[in-house]
């Protein structure tokens, strides 16, 4: 059940579009600390499922925050233009 919430924290990564599936996996591997061919979600430890869920939600969280701002801005711009 871990390594399910694990996988499905790390998935918004590249199914929301804020990297490719490649990148997610790179970046998996850098979290774990391991090369890409190792960054298996599915061999996890429960210590590094852990760790992949807590990283996983912050940069989701990061990416959402950049998103959002960039509307604001678009939205502001928008506002001083009329």
Do not use: P
Not at 4 to 21: P, V
Not at 30 to 48: D, F, K, N
Request: glycine content about 4%.
């Amino acid at each position: 059940e871990l390594r399910a919430e694990a996988h499905r924290q790390f998935d918004k990564l590249h199914k929301r579009g804020y990297m490719s599936k490649h990148d997610a996996y790179q970046w998996l591997s850098g979290v774990l600390g391991v090369t890409a061919r190792e960054a298996h979600i599915g061999q996890l430890s429960t210590l590094s499922c852990n760790l992949v869920i807590r990283e996983a939600k912050k940069q989701v969280e990061w990416y959402h925050e950049r998103k959002m701002n960039a509307v604001k801005k678009t939205q502001e711009d928008e506002v001083k233009a009329s």
